[in-house]
């Protein structure tokens, strides 16, 4: 898990629409891990990637200890290093942590085809696809009244904590509404809410889309390929946001030099536990929503 997470901590801003809340957008972008997410979830995500055992803490000297390792293979063939070799270092790392991310979501939807197709006759037909929508759309009206908007949101209870084994938003994550806020972000074009009719018509085009044959079934195979090109598509788009954070990054640390160091890397890392150490007790904890 802790491996897992220290790929994330390294691959930032690789997710789309960043920084969509103010709470968000007053962070410094440098010392965030670029996914959009709250600050307080970022604070908790330093916490669980460098605490000792599973700890509700982390101390600055193992914070700058597991952030400095992180680069130790970086400096194994030469004490300097250029922006170049920096971001494609970081680079590397997303690719892998992207390879094995995509192998296990495009086995996810050959599960979600399979749920999906109620009959089990290998044809997913557009009134199948409809129905799990009208169950997600439920879930997330909670008044129950056909849409879904701040009245909704006030009676979500659905909270994400991110403690003990939660799990964290991966940066090549496609895009789902996770709560009643985000899947207004997905499905309201901007208007702040969402009825019945523009959800299942959003959905009616995702079904038009993959319906390849124009037959009105969809196959195991147009699913999953087409789930597969928007993965790629995605994809691709983080890998892009990713190089230009990881050369600001750079940057940053670089202090106008032309190389960086191991020193340099330490004193980044010192100056990131500075910034969310915020009751200045030496110590990063894990904070309650």
């Given at each position: 898990?802790?491996?897992?997470?220290?790929?994330?901590?390294?691959?930032?801003?690789?997710?789309?629409?960043?920084?969509?809340?103010?709470?968000?957008?007053?962070?410094?972008?440098?010392?965030?891990?670029?996914?959009?997410?709250?600050?307080?979830?970022?604070?908790?995500?330093?916490?669980?990637?460098?605490?000792?055992?599973?700890?509700?803490?982390?101390?600055?000297?193992?914070?700058?200890?597991?952030?400095?390792?992180?680069?130790?293979?970086?400096?194994?063939?030469?004490?300097?290093?250029?922006?170049?070799?920096?971001?494609?270092?970081?680079?590397?790392?997303?690719?892998?942590?992207?390879?094995?991310?995509?192998?296990?979501?495009?086995?996810?939807?050959?599960?979600?085809?399979?749920?999906?197709?109620?009959?089990?006759?290998?044809?997913?037909?557009?009134?199948?696809?409809?129905?799990?929508?009208?169950?997600?759309?439920?879930?997330?009206?909670?008044?129950?009244?056909?849409?879904?908007?701040?009245?909704?949101?006030?009676?979500?209870?659905?909270?994400?904590?991110?403690?003990?084994?939660?799990?964290?938003?991966?940066?090549?994550?496609?895009?789902?509404?996770?709560?009643?806020?985000?899947?207004?972000?997905?499905?309201?074009?901007?208007?702040?809410?969402?009825?019945?009719?523009?959800?299942l018509t959003a959905?009616?085009?995702?079904?038009?889309?993959?319906?390849?044959?124009?037959?009105?079934?969809?196959?195991?195979?147009?699913?999953?390929?087409?789930?597969?090109?928007?993965?790629?598509?995605?994809?691709?788009?983080?890998?892009?946001?990713?190089?230009?954070?990881?050369?600001?990054?750079?940057?940053?640390?670089?202090?106008?030099?032309?190389?960086?160091?191991r020193k340099d890397?330490?004193?980044?890392?010192?100056?990131?536990?500075?910034?969310?150490?915020?009751?200045?007790?030496?110590?990063?904890?894990?904070?309650?929503?």
């Amino acid at each position: 898990m802790k491996k897992y997470l220290a790929i994330i901590s390294l691959c930032t801003l690789a997710s789309c629409h960043l920084f969509a809340s103010e709470q968000v957008k007053n962070t410094p972008l440098i010392f965030t891990t670029g996914i959009e997410e709250s600050p307080q979830t970022t604070n908790n995500r330093w916490v669980k990637l460098f605490a000792e055992d599973n700890a509700n803490e982390v101390s600055k000297k193992q914070f700058i200890q597991k952030f400095t390792a992180q680069y130790e293979s970086l400096f194994k063939s030469s004490s300097h290093v250029n922006r170049q070799q920096f971001v494609d270092f970081e680079l590397e790392k997303f690719d892998q942590m992207m390879q094995s991310h995509r192998g296990m979501s495009v086995k996810q939807a050959h599960v979600r085809f399979n749920v999906l197709d109620e009959n089990k006759d290998q044809k997913l037909t557009l009134k199948e696809f409809q129905d799990v929508g009208l169950k997600t759309f439920d879930s997330f009206d909670k008044n129950h009244d056909g849409v879904i908007n701040d009245e909704d949101i006030k009676l979500d209870e659905k909270k994400v904590t991110l403690h003990g084994g939660a799990s964290f938003k991966s940066p090549v994550s496609m895009p789902m509404a996770t709560d009643t806020t985000s899947f207004i972000e997905q499905y309201g074009e901007g208007k702040g809410y969402v009825t019945l009719a523009m959800y299942l018509t959003a959905r009616e085009k995702q079904y038009v889309h993959m319906d390849i044959s124009h037959n009105w079934y969809v196959t195991e195979d147009a699913y999953v390929n087409e789930f597969a090109q928007r993965y790629d598509e995605h994809a691709l788009n983080a890998r892009s946001k990713m190089k230009s954070f990881d050369e600001s990054r750079f940057d940053h640390i670089s202090h106008s030099k032309t190389t960086i160091d191991r020193k340099d890397i330490k004193q980044f890392a010192t100056q990131l536990f500075q910034y969310w150490d915020k009751d200045k007790t030496g110590k990063i904890k894990l904070t309650q929503p």
